[in-house]
């Protein structure tokens, strides 16, 4: 397996430490958000140094398998990976309660002194936050439970429809604590509906049934986009990155100003709050899911397995939901969006759907094409329909009788197989990277929308 060089190891470790002792040492703007870059480095290190060293273990456990875009290999690759990172990942958020939430336990021996107040400090003069606590410890339960769910997945390898409303289990604890909380069940109405909703509109109890959505879907959404090296890890990573850029326009960082209104959040500092809290998920986040991706690129030496699918969705519903900017999360999953809409023929079982949809590979030349779902039976009205409507726009190939017309076979709808159809047939790195490059591409159409097109259906500043 790949090890990271010591030279790379030899850098970042004194890099953690200078990130972590600096609040100790000196003044900062974000000493918490310091102290979690600092544990996000050594997230990653220790990420890629456990994962060849716990893979063998793994093996022997029989969780392994093999590359079936590698079929002249026989070479056993270890699974369920995601959980090596998961279990990184939470320690780590673990060990952090006590770094989070310093200010507040010191605040009576070390009181702030009059001259020194500053909206961030106002923070801490406030009583002990255990709404803030309860909400960051229920957050880590529903991404404890949802590794625990997406491991019993890898063990037990449940169907497709079976497996879509597990989140739902997983994000219980938060959406307790939210309720119990007194959270926010209202939106903000466009401008072209105020006349009827007016500018708020209070959701009650379908609020809820939305986060369970988001939740739903972000785990999901990975996990159906998935089959070829990298491309899991590869797709979270930049997510997670993507969240990261938007949480620090909301910082109100010196070189764009001394004022505290500086940045996104116009001086709001619970708007501040939200995105820090964001933050101190996923940068620890992108830190284990770069790690696992240096060993699952192509070619993949583990595999990650619905474990990190699982424990990454979760995460990624976790920071919207609390930060309270789900629309501006749902932007960076387009291409999860726009795979699951293509997917639902298959999901629910209007169009056969194989256990692995994964591009078909030439033996000769390694190159990959679409896969295919073969008709034991001529499909119904509507799947039928359906299938010649996404064939009329390339996104899947279908196979007729010459004679009766039925279909016989249609490609596997996935954006996987539709790529290959626009692209023709083409090797695996390369169809992962156009795939990435789609996702990062995807990311900045959402940074133009979230803070450029906003504006025609929404005013103020649209915090």
């Avoid at 093996?59 to 990184?88: C, H, M, T, Y």
């Avoid at 289990?169 to 959406?175: D, E, F, W, Y």
């Avoid at 969705?313 to 809409?341: E, R």
Wanted: proline share 7%; aromatic share 12%.
């Amino acid at each position: 397996m790949r090890r990271v060089p010591l030279l790379v190891v030899a850098s970042l470790v004194p890099a953690a430490g200078w990130l972590i002792a600096q609040p100790f040492v000196s003044k900062v703007p974000f000493p918490v958000l310091s102290i979690s870059a600092g544990f996000a480095i050594l997230a990653f290190i220790w990420t890629a140094h456990l994962i060849p060293l716990l893979g063998p273990s793994f093996v022997r456990a029989n969780l392994k398998g093999r590359d079936l875009l590698k079929p002249n290999s026989n070479v056993d690759i270890p699974e369920s990976q995601g959980l090596v990172a998961a279990g990184v990942y939470i320690l780590l958020l673990t060990i952090f309660v006590p770094f989070l939430f310093a200010d507040s336990l010191r605040r009576v021996s070390a009181p702030v002194k009059e001259e020194d107040t500053t909206p961030l400090l106002e923070i801490t003069r406030q009583p002990f936050p255990h709404q803030q606590m309860s909400a960051y410890l229920s957050a880590l339960l529903s991404i404890y439970t949802a590794t625990f769910l997406g491991f019993l997945d890898d063990v037990f390898d449940i169907r497709w429809r079976h497996k879509l409303p597990i989140p739902i289990i997983a994000s219980i604890p938060l959406l307790i604590v939210y309720f119990a909380d007194g959270g926010l069940t209202s939106i903000v109405v466009p401008k072209p509906l105020r006349p009827y909703f007016g500018q708020l509109l209070d959701l009650g109890a379908l609020y809820y049934v939305y986060m369970t959505m988001v939740s739903t879907f972000c785990t999901n959404g990975i996990n159906i986009l998935a089959g070829i090296n990298g491309l899991e890890a590869g797709q979270a990573l930049i997510i997670a990155v993507s969240v990261v850029i938007n949480d620090l326009l909301y910082l109100p960082w010196r070189f764009v100003g001394a004022e505290w209104s500086a940045g996104m959040a116009h001086g709001s500092a619970a708007l501040v709050e939200r995105h820090l809290l964001s933050l101190y998920f996923m940068l620890p986040l992108a830190a284990v899911c770069a790690a696992l991706l240096y060993h699952n690129r192509f070619p993949a030496q583990v595999f990650p397995g619905d474990t990190l699918c699982y424990f990454a969705g979760m995460s990624f519903a976790v920071v919207g939901i609390l930060g309270h900017f789900s629309k501006t999360l749902l932007l960076f999953f387009v291409p999860q969006a726009f795979n699951f809409v293509l997917s639902a023929p298959q999901l629910f079982g209007l169009v056969p759907c194989p256990r692995h949809r994964v591009p078909s590979v030439n033996r000769k030349t390694l190159l990959l094409s679409p896969s295919v779902a073969v008709f034991e039976r001529p499909p119904s009205g509507l799947g039928a329909l359906i299938l010649r409507l996404l064939a009329l726009f390339r996104l899947t190939r279908l196979t007729v009788h010459p004679k009766s017309g039925v279909i016989m076979e249609a490609t596997n709808l996935t954006l996987i197989n539709a790529t290959l159809l626009w692209t023709g047939p083409m090797r695996e790195y390369t169809l992962v990277n156009i795939l990435l490059l789609l996702q990062v591409a995807s990311s900045v159409a959402a940074f133009a929308v979230r803070y450029g097109l906003a504006s025609l259906v929404y005013d103020g500043d649209r915090r």
